[in-house]
């Protein structure tokens, strides 16, 4: 362990597991250590993390707590996984006492104070939080410091689940998932298909804009297709009578 690791300091946020009730750092074998059972990272790239251990070695060490017996991180699962890429055997980390609640609110500190959270892990963790803490969204929002309806567009972002790949959803971010989740359900499949096919050819989600523009021809053809079947339907009507 190279130099000594003070964790940074916060005002007013969710942390409820005292940083500074256990500061001696411990070696652990990455054998005895398992992946949070909270966590909601669809994809965590270590590749520069890796390199960055075999280069220096590890600088800040894992937050674990015991469970059952073994540990569970609390927070560094990048760090995590990038030691286990490095081919290392074991990891710095301070052993911490913990309710699962309080693990849950020490990752959302972390990953948002870090901005490692996409737009849809970011609402996993939302309704994880809510279904953990048993709080409304009106008070989550107060809790973490952002407003009601904050919390309402990310959870909204789950209702893609249905029509999307979470690899897909997680390309988006909420601002673009907003064009889709205020069209009509029955238009959400082509919706999701012109994302699919908008990525596999620009190797990214559609801008916004394209994505209201083409709910509103969406949204034309169903009209115009309305009237055509009510015109024919009129003149069936008047060739029987």
């Known amino acids: 362990y190279r130099g000594v690791w003070s964790p940074p300091t916060r005002g007013d946020d969710l942390m409820t597991i005292p940083r500074s ?22 994809k965590i790239n270590v590749d520069s993390l890796t390199c960055s251990i075999k280069r220096t070695g590890q600088i800040d060490p894992l937050r674990i707590r015991p469970l059952e017996e073994d540990f569970e991180i609390v927070t560094g699962e990048r760090r995590f996984n990038a030691l286990k890429a490095a081919g290392a055997t074991h990891a710095d980390a301070i052993v911490v006492e913990g309710t699962d609640e309080e693990v849950i609110n020490e990752q959302w500190d972390e990953n948002e104070e870090r901005a490692n959270y996409t737009d849809y892990e970011r609402a996993l963790k ?24 904050w919390i309402s567009r990310h959870l909204a972002i789950l209702k893609l689940e249905v029509i999307m790949s979470c690899d897909i959803i997680e390309r988006l971010t909420e601002f673009q998932a907003r064009p889709i989740l205020a069209a009509p359900e029955e238009d959400w499949p082509a919706l999701a298909q012109y994302v699919e096919v908008y990525f596999e050819e620009q ?3 559609p801008p916004a ?16 297709e309305k009237s055509r079947r009510r015109f024919l339907y009129e003149i069936d009507d008047a060739r029987s009578s």
């Open 21 to 42: 009730e256990v500061t001696e750092v411990q070696r652990i074998p990455l054998d005895k250590i398992r992946s949070s059972q909270f966590n909601v990272r669809q």
């Open 126 to 149: 939302l309704q994880q939080m809510l279904d953990a803490l048993g709080l409304t969204q009106t008070e989550l929002a107060e809790k973490i410091g952002h407003d009601q309806p």
């Open 203 to 205: 190797g990214k989600a």
């Open 209 to 224: 804009s394209n994505l209201e523009e083409y709910a509103r021809e969406l949204m034309s053809a169903r009209e115009f």
